[in-house]
């Protein structure tokens, strides 16, 4: 017979914790994958650009292309209404605003000073959703496919914009089609 006294089984206080490793371990992996996804879901976008280096090299050029300023008389350019940057299709853009004169007028003049230089008329114009394409020519710059289109807007400020407005957009791209 032992002379040791029986040992007392351990005591639980009701108010006490005990360690849950499963659970521990779920909601780490758990928050581990939310984090990653936060993380991640800009990485399954398309990054906002041009869809190459030479082709985002295209924007200086095209915003130096005369063609921009081939406006007809009776227009005025709008101030701070010409931009260059890379459109939703990935190609190179600029753009300029005009007042003044409506899309009959315009596209006369333009169909006759492009054709002069060398840029020819496109038959189908596709729509790009809010800014309706009136006309549409196909040509090159700095050796990309490129297309200058007139497309119809509304005017700045019906009190002060003199006449009809409409946007000349200069596209061009190696990498991507610079549809109108």
Not at 139 to 153: L, M, N, P
């Amino acid at each position: 017979m032992s002379t040791r006294a029986p040992s007392a089984a351990p005591v639980r206080r009701p108010d006490a914790r005990r360690p849950v490793p499963a659970l521990a371990a779920g909601l780490a992996v758990l928050a581990l994958g939310a984090a990653t996804a936060v993380v991640g879901i800009p990485l399954l976008r398309p990054e906002p650009g041009c869809a190459s280096a030479r082709d985002e090299a295209l924007n200086e050029v095209l915003a130096g292309r005369d063609e921009l300023d081939l406006r007809p008389t009776g227009t005025s350019e709008a101030v701070g209404h010409r931009s260059a940057g890379c459109d939703e299709d990935g190609a190179a853009s600029a753009t300029v605003r005009y007042d003044g004169l409506g899309p009959a007028d315009v596209v006369a003049h333009y169909d006759e000073v492009l054709t002069e230089r060398g840029w020819t008329r496109v038959g189908d114009v596709r729509d790009r959703g809010s800014l309706p394409p009136v006309a549409c020519w196909s040509g090159t710059v700095d050796g990309a496919e490129a297309r200058f289109a007139i497309e119809t807007t509304a005017p700045v400020d019906d009190a002060t914009t003199p006449g009809p407005s409409y946007l000349v957009v200069l596209r061009a791209a190696h990498d991507v089609d610079p549809s109108c």
